[in-house]
């Protein structure tokens, strides 16, 4: 299972982003599409999860703002960022739970300024 992600980039306080995980399976395979993020300094972190069911849960920092959705037909999993903040600076990893082994992308760097 090979998972890309791209999509991350510069952006000032308030602007939005879509972060994009394509992955080499069929989406359905995947019980758990995830992001994470890990700023400077700071330990990986859970941001959004979607479930194959459709259940999203989110951290309490990105609620309201950040939204994970899955594309079917194309295989990937996004996840839309609006009214971005400088805290939300960091590199963001997608990862999909197939099975019972979890696996991740490269990551993209999201920078925002202030």
């Known amino acids: 299972v090979q998972l890309q992600a791209s999509g991350g980039g510069y952006v000032q306080s308030g602007g939005s982003l879509r972060l994009s995980c394509a992955a080499s399976?069929?989406?359905?395979?995947?019980?758990?599409a995830s992001w994470y993020r890990q700023a400077p300094g700071k330990q990986r972190e859970l941001v959004a999860d979607s479930t194959r069911g459709g259940t999203t849960t989110y951290a309490d920092s990105v609620k309201g703002r950040f939204s994970i959705s899955r594309d079917n037909t194309k295989n990937t999993v996004f996840l839309q960022m609006n009214n971005l903040q400088p805290e939300d600076t960091a590199v963001y990893y997608c990862?999909?739970?197939?099975?019972?082994?979890?696996?991740w992308g490269q990551g993209t760097e999201v920078t925002v300024s202030s």
């Open positions: 399976v069929s989406i359905f395979s995947i019980k758990n």
């Open positions: 990862s999909g739970l197939v099975l019972s082994t979890q696996y």
